[in-house]
């Protein structure tokens, strides 16, 4: 009690209460000096932090000085002036600038402990302040000075360290004056001043210090009244800004909730009220989590197990302060994602967002990636999909591939639109046959693929009972068609990967379209190695037609009436560089498989014209035309280019077909060996009695020779029923004007029955063998035997 006395009989009432007045102001203009730079940023927050230094150093040593005016007015105190000048820069920096820098970081830690520097620098300006006193010694109190030091930095800490929600001006303003006053006050109490001799002190000597704290205070209302004016402008801005940022808030097409970092709710918006179907007085700001998560789930009727796994995943989210982001199926089908964020300073942002069309259309875009529009089963990309899922166990899963047999007719004569219903309905029949396991891809325009869980036993039983099924006539409006189907099997546990699956499987069905069709056909080990002998096999037919590598050999034709030679077959012959000579049995079915038995017949043709053309002009020329050759539009070009190209007259060509090339087309090859004797070149049907409807042939296609099969000349001195045939055959052409040729003469005895039963002529390994060309010292008319 006895130092307050004191204290208060050292100073002037009204000077003490104008440098609190001081303080007063200034730590207000302090305090909005400080939530303007906070608010700022660059260039702005720098310029209010340079305020924050001047206005913080101006005003704890205006306040120091005006008390020390008041201060012991029996000594009437001089200064010295550099060093009080020197005290304002002291102050400056030692407190405004750690409070300025304060401003420069989010950290609670950082901005106390600048905070504290900052109150610790309220003292080292009162030391300097002090030390300007002329004409005195000081005594200092050491444990006074500590407490007034510890005072200023607890206060200034605390005011720095304050949560944003109690940054009030006037709060700041209270600390900073408890801070500045308090050290002060308390310092000087804790200071003797002793005069040296009998000096005192002449009226003006405090002059200059009067004017300086004049200036400093000036200095002070005036920014006070700027501030005050600033302040206004930045509330109006803030309100502003507020304004704007509710109606956004308001607006969002998102559901926002904001929780601070007390785990209470901040604020949230209305489309969040809307998507969980709150009224607008179901929340409030303040509210807990827990009830805020209580009331949402009141609203959606939550189970108990729902509403404390829902408080369980978002307390953890919030307690994980990292981002975050998933989605959550909501009653009636609803669709939301929900994003939590951390905000600097504390709390966290929830986010709600109703995806439910955007996953809806995402689905429908996927279902048709991955699933054929017409059928609405899966498609190819479908179907590699669920093979790189995998199959396990591989020995359980068959890859099933189907061909649909004669549906390009359907196309063709019906129109697409029939052809698409047809598909409808091959899927329909399916769905009913296959297991739920099952998996049905259409991978092409009539292929279809099935992934089938079962073992090769019932992989086999489900594709026979496909093909049985799809025999079955189908009816599409009005109209019946009648298709089938080959299948490819190849077990899972067989291929290495899915291609290699899909490859081995496309294997086994081309192996089903060999055997005729409308059958199922297992995978077999060396079918690979079968195809890709097949494949170097076109590959070298190829480059053997480019490079000339074939040749042909010529076989005579013999007159059986006369023993003369009337001219020869040209037989095509390959001798492949490493697999030596190769039948035409072998290559000419591939050829003809490719479609380059065109080109090949070409040559052919073109090849016998030129050597036929340097023979005797009473011999001809017999050449073999493959059935696809007889389909060609380019067939009619190449036999006159042939000609032309040779000089060979047309009287002295003649071309074999077989009986199977007849029965594909009959009317169009009728119409092309029609045009081929209107040119004069003659038509012989190859093979007689070994296909189809071989008398109507006789009857219905212009012929000019008729070869018997060797099949009948091999067997008729033994067979009985063959001789008759043979018989019948070589009358039937005597009949019809048409001569015969019989083929495959090996033996003597065979040569004699043949001359016995009337055969106009004859070919045989015992007339000639094929030669690759005629030898000079050949005749070409044979002598009479």
Known sequence: MA??????????????????????????????????AEAGEGAVRRRWQWAVAAVAGLGVWTTHFIAMLGYRADLLLSYNGSETALSALISVLAVGVPLALSVSFSSLRARVLLGALGGLGIGAMHYAGMSAIEGCSQAIAGPVVVLAYGMGGLCLATARGLPRAMRHPALVCLLVTLGVCGAHFISIAGVSLMPHGDRLAIAGENVTLSIFTAAGA????????????????????????????STALHNMSNGLVFIDNQNRIGLFNTRFLELFALGERSLSNGMSVLSFLSVVGRANNWSADKQTDVNQRILERIRSGTLRRTECAMSGGRILEIESRPVQGGGTVLIFDDVTSTRKAQQQISHMVFHDPLTGLANRRGLQARMEAGLEPAERWHLLLLDLDRFKPVNDTYGHAMGDQLLVQVAGRLRVILAEADFVARIGGDELA????????????????????????????????????????CGAHEAADADLLMQQTDIALYEAKRQGRGCAVAY?????????????????????????????AYQPLLSLSSDAVIGYEALIRWNHPTLGPISPARFIPLAEEIGLIVGIGEWVLREACREAATWDSALHISVNVSPVQLRSPQLMAHVTRALAASGLTAARLEVELTETAMVEDGPAIAHMLASLREMGIRVAMDDFGTGFSSLAHLRDFPLDRIKIDRSFVASADTDANSLAVLTAIVQLGRALSIPTLAEGIETET????????????????????????????????????
């Open 3 to 36: 130092a307050f006395i004191l204290l208060a009989s050292q100073h002037s009432l009204g000077f003490v209460l104008t440098a609190a007045a001081i303080c007063v102001v200034a730590g207000w203009l302090l305090a909005v000096l400080l939530d303007a």
């Open 218 to 245: 000036v200095v002070l209302f005036v920014g006070a009244i700027l501030a005050l004016l600033t302040a206004r402008r930045f509330e109006e801005q803030k309100l502003a800004h507020a304004q704007i940022l």
């Open 450 to 489: 099935i992934l089938l869980a079962g073992d090769a036993a019932t992989a086999r039983e489900t594709a026979e009972g496909i093909v049985s099924t799809l025999s079955v006539p189908f009816m599409v409006g009005d109209t019946m068609l009648s298709i089938g189907c080959s299948i490819g099997i």
């Open 524 to 552: 077999l080990s060396g079918m690979m190695e079968a195809v890709a002998e097949r494949n170097q096999l076109e590959r070298d037919m190829r480059q053997a037609l480019a490079q000339g590598a074939f040749h042909l």
């Open 750 to 785: 065979q040569l004699a029955l043949l001359r016995r039963i009337g055969c106009d002529a004859g070919q045989g390994y015992l007339l000639g063998r094929p030669e690759p060309r005629l030898r000079e010292s050949q005749p070409l008319v044979a002598d009479a035997a």
